[in-house]
């Protein structure tokens, strides 16, 4: 995570969001008054997909399930009927 103050931010502002969406790598922006983190849309988005499948009971076990699951059980792809 990029770390900058608020003058810097204000200085650079063009430049630090191109890198931040280029890269999705956050920016903490220290002020007087508090920290901001500056995310890109897709970092953001991507945050926002996981709360909501998170918030889902059954398929919260069901992202369990899978990530427990051994990938030699995985099925190929080309063994997978439609």
Known sequence: ????NIT???KNI???LEQTIKHNEPVNVSTKDGNAVILSEEDYNSL???VYLSSIP?????IIEGLNTPLEECLPENEVEW
């Open 48 to 50: 926002m997909e996981t």
């Open 14 to 16: 063009f430049n630090i």
């Open 58 to 62: 059954s398929q919260r076990e069901k």
């Open 8 to 10: 810097n931010f204000r």
């Open 1 to 4: 995570m990029m770390n900058t």
